[in-house]
């Protein structure tokens, strides 16, 4: 078993910046990719970005590529998700997941695949 809990999550105003974070505990050894995804409601939950267990390899969702940041500390087990020049359209509960990979270099963005999910964080972009 793996425990995830995101922090960070809070209001700001379009165009500011905030940074999540996610703190895994457990069972946390092993090739897992780390995950963030969003999800409003009446929506189905959105992959937002995925980083390889090695750190080396990232993706990001169109919508948020070039605005946010993901990374990782393997030390601390924990993922950070950089969020800048935030929309109101970001307005979203934010989702950390693991997904076991098998491979340092790998990642899965399909939310169905994900091994573990944090409770989510709430992040609000005001007009």
């Known amino acids: 078993q793996v425990q995830l809990v995101e922090s960070g999550g809070g209001l700001v105003q379009a165009g500011g910046s905030l940074r999540l974070s996610c703190v895994a505990s457990?069972?946390?050894?092993?090739?897992?990719?780390m995950n963030w995804f969003r999800q409003t409601p009446g929506k189905e939950r959105e992959f937002v970005a995925a980083?390889?267990?090695?750190?080396?390899?990232?993706a990001y969702a169109e919508s948020v590529r070039g605005r946010f940041s993901i990374s990782r500390d393997n030390a601390k087990n924990t993922v950070s998700l950089q969020m800048n020049s935030l929309k109101p359209e970001d307005t979203a509960v934010y989702y950390c997941?693991?997904?076991?990979?098998?491979?340092?270099?790998?990642?899965?963005?399909?939310?169905?695949?994900?091994?573990?999910w944090g409770k989510g964080t709430l992040v609000t972009v005001s007009s």
């Open positions: 997941a693991v997904a076991d990979t098998r491979t340092p270099n790998s990642f899965i963005t399909f939310y169905g695949a994900m091994d573990y």
């Open positions: 457990g069972r946390t050894s092993g090739n897992y990719a």
């Open positions: 980083v390889s267990w090695s750190g080396g390899r990232t």
